[in-house]
Structure formats: C-alpha cells, structure tokens
C-alpha cells in the first residue's frame, strides 16, 4: 500500500495510475494506516483539520464545504472539540478517514481498516466506504477481516510471499477457497455452496423453513 501510495519506492518496476507514473506525495492516492492516529497532530480534531487545510492550500470556507460534503458520510460534527487521542477506535477512523479525504484523493489505501473495530463500527465503516465508492472513490485495503472483505468489497486476491494472485470477483474467490474462506462458508460449503457470509446461511434457512 506504502508503494502504491508513492511512500515508498518499489524494489522493480512503476507504479502508474490511469496510465501515468504516480508522483511521490501525490494526492491521487490517500493512505491510512493500521493505527490511524498516528495522522492527528494537534489537540482537537477541528485544529488538526485546520492546520491540513492549510497544507492543502484551502482557505476557511473552503475547508467548511469539504467538511459538509462529508458530513452525511462520516458525521464528523460531533467530533471536532475533542482531542483525536480521546477518540474511541471506531471514531478515529472515520477522523482519520475525514482528513484524508479533505485532500479529495481519487483513490483511498486502508491498511486493516478493521482492526479493533466492533460488529456496530465494522458494519459503520463497510457503509461509509460503500458511499464513498458512489461517490467516485477508487478504495483497496489490505486486510485479515474475511468476513468483511466479503461483504464490502467488489474484487479479492491473496498476497501471499510476495505475489498477488489474480484478482476475482470476492464472492467467487471465497466459494473457490476451501482453507482461506470466511467461517460461514467453511462450515455450509456442504450443503450450500453458494454461501459466502452468514446473512447468505440465515437466508437459506429461511427460504427452506
């Protein structure tokens, strides 16, 4: 991600984006990492904003309308007086997730956007990325969460010593493994095949009953 993002340089090889060699520090691709608070750098998240802002070179009205526009994603609102440390995990993310997005990136890197995220933050965070991707924003992530890469993404492919399987259609990559699959599958393969998630199992029983 740290290389699709221009943070760092790839061992062999480019990376381009729409055909065009990715520029370091450009703002094309956005990345957030494992532990987002490590972007937050002063005592309130609307200072923290404030002083990205400026980076950006937008001005105080500007930075107003980026925030609203975002509003109906992230609810931001109720965030700003706090410091971003006071923040709970799930509340940090979409902070984080807001400052990276008042830079408008084209395409967002999300590096196990999940991790430490409840069943209520995790459900939050897969439909604010869901409005985001509506909205034009090319997303990747890397992650461990099964259950959510199934639910929330489009295309799947195993990193796996260094090389990335070809990219499938994530229900039919879950239904093709039978060791890296999500749970539900694991155990209805069997008798449902087609079951990737347990909303999928929970359906099935219904439809039969």
């Known amino acids: 991600l740290q290389v699709l993002c221009g943070m760092l340089s790839p061992d062999r090889g480019s990376v381009k984006v729409w055909g065009k060699k990715l520029r370091p520090g450009s703002?094309?691709?956005?990345?957030?990492?494992?532990?987002?608070?490590?972007?937050?750098?002063?005592?309130?998240?609307?200072?923290?904003?404030?002083?990205?802002?400026?980076?950006?070179?937008?001005?105080?009205?500007?930075?107003?309308?980026r925030l609203a526009e975002l509003e109906p994603v992230l609810a931001l609102r109720e965030l700003l007086k706090?410091?971003?440390?006071?923040?709970?995990?799930?509340?940090?993310?979409?902070?984080?997730?807001?400052?990276?997005?008042?830079?408008?990136?084209?395409?967002?890197?999300?590096?196990?956007?999940t991790k430490g995220m409840d069943a209520a933050a995790r459900q939050s965070l897969g439909q604010q990325l869901r409005a985001l991707t509506g909205q034009g924003v090319t997303i990747v992530l890397a992650t461990h969460d099964l259950d959510f890469a199934a639910l929330y993404t489009e295309l799947c492919?195993?990193?796996?010593?260094?090389?990335?399987?070809?990219l499938t259609p994530s229900r039919q990559f879950f239904r093709q493994n039978r060791i890296y699959t999500t749970p539900a599958h694991r155990m209805a393969a069997s008798c449902l095949p087609e079951a990737v998630t347990c909303g999928d199992v929970l359906a099935a029983l219904e439809v039969q009953a």
């Not at 990345?31 to 987002?36: D, F, I, N, T």
């Not at 971003?84 to 956007?113: C, F, M, N, T, W």
């Not at 492919?157 to 070809?166: A, I, N, R």
Request: charge should be negative; glycine fraction near 8%; aromatic fraction near 8%.
């Open 27 to 65: 703002i094309q691709a956005a990345y957030l990492p494992q532990k987002p608070a490590l972007l937050f750098c002063e005592d309130t998240l609307d200072a923290d904003y404030t002083a990205y802002g400026r980076c950006l070179g937008l001005n105080e009205q500007q930075r107003e309308q």
């Open 82 to 113: 706090q410091h971003p440390y006071d923040l709970s995990g799930g509340q940090q993310q979409r902070a984080a997730l807001g400052k990276l997005l008042l830079a408008k990136p084209k395409i967002l890197l999300l590096d196990e956007p």
């Open 157 to 166: 492919g195993m990193l796996f010593d260094g090389q990335l399987s070809p």
